[in-house]
């Protein structure tokens, strides 16, 4: 992959990006790490600094590499991989091996954050901000009616802001 600056990631649409395409959010180490697909985000200009803000469910595996490493990764990929990122957002890696079940390349990149040689793009991130999204916050209770309630399943989420550091590209 090439590291470029952030001119790559200008010309996407991010609505097409995370919506559409999904994205891979990834973190820990080449040791030691999960990855996660989503469809929930968006990136914009925070505190003067490229940010990207996610939100993930504290019942995700991928939810405690979040919590315990500074840094993560958002991966994109070519519609080839998508049933890649259905099994990455369908399967746990607490009991099994859902990268390799999905076909993907861990790729260790210079920050020491984790990717995959399959994306087409990799944004790296620092973490910057992380709160609980709770349901006395929510200004339309019917978001959180629709989104979290028991009988739908849902569990809260805990909103990332993290500063976009680099990008790299096929």
């Not at 990834?26 to 939100?55: E, Q």
């Not at 990122?85 to 993907?104: F, P």
Request: net charge negative.
């Amino acid at each position: 992959m090439n590291k470029l600056n952030f001119e790559a990631l200008a010309k996407e649409n991010v609505f097409d990006l995370i919506n559409k395409e999904w994205m891979l959010i990834t973190a820990g180490d080449s040791s030691n790490f999960n990855t996660m697909t989503a469809s929930w985000g968006g990136m914009g200009w925070l505190w003067n600094r490229p940010v990207a803000f996610l939100f993930v469910r504290k019942e995700r595996y991928t939810h405690q590499f979040i919590e315990q490493n500074s840094r993560l990764t958002l991966s994109f990929y070519a519609e080839e991989y998508r049933k890649a990122l259905q099994i990455c957002g369908s399967k746990s890696g607490r009991d099994t091996d859902k990268v390799a079940l999905a076909g993907l390349t861990p790729l260790k990149l210079e920050d020491g954050t984790m990717t995959f040689d399959e994306a087409r793009m990799t944004v790296c991130c620092r973490k910057l901000f992380a709160t609980d999204m709770i349901e006395s916050d929510f200004a339309d209770a019917e978001l959180y009616k629709k989104f979290y309630n028991a009988n739908a399943g849902g569990t809260d989420h805990t909103l990332y802001i993290v500063e976009i550091e680099s990008v790299y590209t096929k």
